[in-house]
C-alpha cells in the first residue's frame, strides 16, 4: 500500500507562484514515475507533470516554461513549483505515483488551486 499526501494549494492572484509538495509512504522500493495532474469543473483529468526514477521530465505545453516538477527521493517527495500562474491553471492538483512494473497506480487526494484575474 502507497499513501500520497498532497500540500500547498490555495488563492493566489494572476502573476503569483504556488509550490504543492506531495509525500509518498509504504513501499516504495521499485522503479517509479511521480507525477502531477489537474482536473477543472467540468473537464478531464489531464497530465501537467512527470518526472522519473532517473529525473526525466514531461510537462503539459500549457505549462511549460511556468511550472518546474522535482523529486526529492531521500524523502520520498515530489514538488510542483508553479509560476506565473493563469486564472486557467485553476483545477484540483492530484499526486500521482506509477510502479514501471506491474502497472499498478495511486493517487493523493488532491489539492485545490485558484488563481483570481
Known amino acids: 500500500q502507497v499513501q500520497l499526501v498532497e500540500s500547498g494549494g490555495g488563492l493566489v492572484q494572476a502573476g503569483e507562484s504556488l509550490r504543492l509538495s506531495c509525500a509518498a509512504s509504504?513501499?516504495?522500493?521499485?522503479?517509479?514515475?511521480m507525477g502531477w495532474y489537474r482536473q477543472a469543473p467540468g473537464k478531464q483529468r489531464e497530465l501537467v507533470a512527470r518526472?522519473?526514477?532517473?529525473?526525466?521530465?514531461n510537462y503539459v505545453d500549457s505549462v511549460k516554461g511556468r511550472f518546474t516538477i522535482s523529486r526529492d527521493n531521500a524523502k520520498n517527495t515530489v514538488y510542483l513549483q508553479m509560476n506565473s500562474l493563469k486564472p486557467e491553471d485553476t483545477a484540483v492538483y492530484y499526486c500521482?505515483?506509477?510502479?514501471?512494473?506491474?502497472?499498478?497506480?495511486?493517487w493523493g487526494q488532491g489539492t485545490q488551486v485558484t488563481v483570481s484575474s
Open positions: 518526472i522519473t526514477n532517473g529525473g526525466s521530465t
Open positions: 509504504g513501499i516504495i522500493d521499485r522503479l517509479h514515475s
Open positions: 500521482n505515483l506509477e510502479f514501471l512494473f506491474g502497472g499498478r497506480i495511486y
